[in-house]
């Protein structure tokens, strides 16, 4: 039954694709995540192509990620994604990455919502193409909490930058992907060599532009979790971020 | 007779490989074009695995690339890569890119060295596995100028950036791909709106590593001409660039 419902894509982490222990980058399986969640949902008919041709657009809210394990260089790998619930505003996709011997290493949550290109405001996903989006839910498990409520209070700026030529894509905004680059940048190598990143969590709350200063306060809430908040022009807040680490073994 | 010569790799210009203007950007190119070399060896038994169990690996020396236009967002194109020539110590790769109609929009040349993994010397590439690569060498056409010297005398401070995790390899350098984008991002967005990168040129001197300070000094040779240096530490070269601009039509 769930068969059409799950899209399944194959990758292999390249070599630029992996950090210096060899392991796929945080970033590089975003950028998947998206990559599959725009060909899942153009194949089905609700994608951004048929979107864009009827003036909406899909805009990614919250991103979570909790790993067991990365896809090491060269090596083959798999996403799968899903549709779990369709909301009036909102709409939960998940996703599954199978390594190259077909386990399930990790999973992710993310959040989207379909907005008005000319208006920015968000539309009703029950309406588009007759609520068709409803017919591919599917009720594949996936055993990771829902993204948290992050909150930052206070924290210490620990960097700050200009948002330059290669941040911004095609809507002139700051990529989505970015950011999570951005903010595992913030950890200097040492961290990685001991702790490996657990899970991973991203709330979007407000676009950045070329040029915008984006600065990072960070938070550590726990031995081994920390807080993010990237600001733009010192108070805006662009998304927030929480990471928890692991130490390797 | 240039048929298993040229090895021929299909691509689609993902949503956040593309910059603002919906063109593929020049550093997901470049590292296409690294991926592709890293396949043909392979495929020919002259690849970074097979050199690794010899303790061997291939170093990127020169890259140049010009182009009269470049693939957009979620369009397929395709690289095609050939030895043009082997050398004691050097071998010539050079690179087509093929859009989705067929036409050859640009080349790419770029020179290698292969080192020895532990003393970081130059290894006798005509030695390597009896000499092979040398069978592999093609005479297909790759009508661009070849790597120019590129001098930088004086030049501008522009920018300066530390290392930082995403940016660093498996080998625990900078990583190649890295540096194109770093030195793209020396230009305001208002320059890509008018202008478009017609050459792009890129010559690795030395490596730098995590927390390394980079600093960036550029020097404007022509109307549409930027030579840039890229130093580590205020003074060790470690690569320089040659960006040459054409107005967009």
Redesign the interface.
């Known amino acids: 039954m769930n068969d059409n419902k799950i899209g399944t894509y194959e990758f292999v982490a390249?070599?630029?694709h992996?950090?210096?222990?060899?392991q796929l980058?945080m970033?590089v399986l975003g950028?998947h995540f998206?990559?599959c969640a725009?060909f899942h949902a153009s194949e089905r008919g609700f994608g951004?192509?048929t979107l864009n041709e009827a003036n909406y657009t899909w805009v990614l809210s919250r991103l979570a990620v909790e790993l067991d394990d990365m896809p090491r260089?060269?090596e083959r790998f798999a996403v799968r994604t899903w549709v779990e619930n369709v909301y009036r505003l909102f709409t939960d996709r998940n996703f599954a990455v199978v390594d190259h011997e077909g386990r399930t290493i990790g999973y992710s949550r993310s959040i989207w919502a379909m907005i008005d290109m000319d208006t920015r405001k968000p539309a009703d996903l029950l309406a588009l193409h007759g609520g068709s989006i409803v017919d591919y839910v599917c009720d594949e498990p996936c055993p990771i909490e829902k993204p948290s409520r992050i909150k930052v209070s206070g924290g210490e700026l620990v960097a700050s930058l200009k948002a330059?030529?290669?941040d911004?894509?095609?809507n002139?905004h700051v990529?989505?992907?970015r950011y999570i680059?951005h903010v595992?940048?913030l950890?200097?190598?040492d961290t990685?060599k001991q702790q490996r990143v657990r899970r991973f969590e991203m709330a979007y709350v407000a676009e950045s532009y070329?040029?915008d200063t984006l600065s990072f306060y960070r938070e550590r809430v726990a031995d081994d979790e920390y807080h993010v908040e990237v600001r733009k022009q010192g108070d805006e807040v662009v998304c927030r971020s929480r990471i928890v680490f692991e130490k390797k073994q």
Do not use: A, H
């Open positions: 390249e070599p630029f992996v950090d210096f222990s060899g980058t970033s950028n998206l990559n725009g951004m192509g260089q060269d330059k030529y290669s911004i894509d095609l002139g990529n989505s992907v680059e595992l940048d950890f200097p190598l990685y070329f040029g």
